[in-house]
Antibody
Framework: QVQLQESGPGLVKPSETLSLTCSVSGGSISSFFWSWIRQPPGKGLEWLGYIYYSGSTNYNPSLKSRVTILVDTSKNQFSLKLSSVTAADTAVYYC??????????????WGQGTLVTASS | QSALTQPPSVSGSPGQSVTISCTGTSSDVGSYNRVSWYQQPPGTAPKLMIYEVNNRPSGVPDRFSGSKSGNTASLTISGLQAEDEADYYCSSYTTSSTLVFGGGTKVTVL
């Protein structure tokens, strides 16, 4: 059973960079896409972007200038960096496996989520 | 990319059926059958309920079903149960190779 676990600071100062890591266990990070999703308190889900195990990425156009997703296959981990944060970036951040094929594309395994607050 | 459009809330009594709509555009829902649905009870991570419009992962009850017509996908919960009370989100792959979510629908069991 694939399991994902987010880790990183729960508090980030405005204008600084948010950094989170997702550790994958119970399966290899190879041959799949891996995504980050966030959910502001009381609001809906927002897809931030994905990385393929080979390193290719695609990001939400609305955040593309601030988001970077990296992968470390040797550690079975992938990470999220979001620069120049503001209070609007306060949210629960989830990592997830994104299964994509010729006919399908969905998020089948999710981490439990981690709350990140942008505040001084 | 714009979020897919879902009704904010739907409700029904135990045993009834409810349907949640998810309207997108020809750049997402209308272009592919890559539509999925997620259930999120309060304080928990989302759970995949439907993928590829109408397929259920192992362990998801068959009272959950999906369909699609044009730019609109739908999730139907038949035989509503108290444990089905949660927020539900649709998602679609887009022509830009991104994913987009709907705004979410709160299902209340009366």
């Amino acid at each position: 059973q694939v399991q994902l676990q987010e880790s990183g600071p729960g508090l980030v100062k405005p204008s600084e960079t948010l950094s989170l890591t997702c550790s994958v266990s119970g399966g290899s990070i190879s041959s799949f896409f891996w995504s980050w999703i966030r959910q502001p308190p009381g609001k809906g889900l927002e897809w931030l972007g994905y990385i393929y195990y080979s390193g290719s990425t695609n990001y939400n156009p609305s955040l593309k200038s601030r988001v970077t997703i990296l992968v470390d296959t040797s550690k079975n981990q992938f990470s999220l960096k979001l620069s120049s944060v503001t209070a609007a970036d306060t949210a629960v951040y989830y990592c997830a496996r994104q299964y994509c094929s010729r006919t399908s594309c969905y998020l089948d395994y999710w981490g439990q989520g981690t709350l990140v607050t942008a505040s001084s | 990319q714009s979020a897919l459009t879902q009704p904010p809330s739907v409700s029904g009594s135990p045993g009834q059926s409810v349907t949640i709509s998810c309207t997108g555009t020809s750049s997402d829902v209308g272009s592919y059958n890559r539509v999925s649905w997620y259930q999120q009870p309060p304080g928990t991570a989302p759970k995949l309920m439907i993928y590829e419009v109408n397929n259920r992962p192992s362990g998801v009850p068959d009272r959950f079903s999906g369909s699609k017509s044009g730019n609109t996908a739908s999730l139907t919960i038949s035989g509503l149960q108290a444990e089905d009370e949660a927020d539900y989100y649709c998602s679609s792959y887009t022509t830009s190779s991104t994913l987009v979510f709907g705004g979410g629908t709160k299902v209340t069991v009366l």
